[in-house]
């Protein structure tokens, strides 16, 4: 089993930064992608930004040039730092690993930007 831990997220103004992070335990291999979701009222849960234990990364094209994912292979966490915050990026944030065709999800941290 798989176990998601985040923490971070809260209240920000918007032009503000957050940083969400997400320690994973349990047994974690190398074929994992680690990642960011977000979700808001009505509306699928949507990917944010993933990332490979080689480093290689996706974005969804709202937050390019915004957010950076990273990961710490040894420690088994993830982060995704958020600059430039615009209300649109109100929602929930889901912290995902999925390996072997199986997906594990954290139990999700509100970002909230106020206009």
């Known amino acids: 089993q798989v176990q998601l831990v985040e923490s971070g997220g809260g209240l920000v103004q918007a032009g503000g930064s957050l940083r969400l992070s997400c320690a994973a335990s349990?047994?974690?291999?190398?074929?994992?992608?680690m990642g960011w979701y977000r979700q808001v009222p009505g509306k699928e849960r949507e990917l944010v930004a993933r990332?490979?234990?080689?480093?290689?990364?996706n974005y969804v094209d709202s937050v390019k040039g915004r957010f950076i994912i990273s990961r710490d292979n040894f420690k088994n966490t993830v982060a995704l730092q958020m600059n430039s915050l615009k209300t649109e990026d109100t929602g929930v944030y889901y912290c995902?690993?999925?390996?072997?065709?199986?997906?594990?999800w954290g139990q999700g941290t509100q970002v909230t930007v106020s206009s």
């Open positions: 995902s690993l999925q390996q072997f065709g199986r997906p594990y």
């Open positions: 349990g047994s974690i291999f190398s074929t994992s992608v």
């Open positions: 990332i490979t234990s080689g480093g290689g990364t």
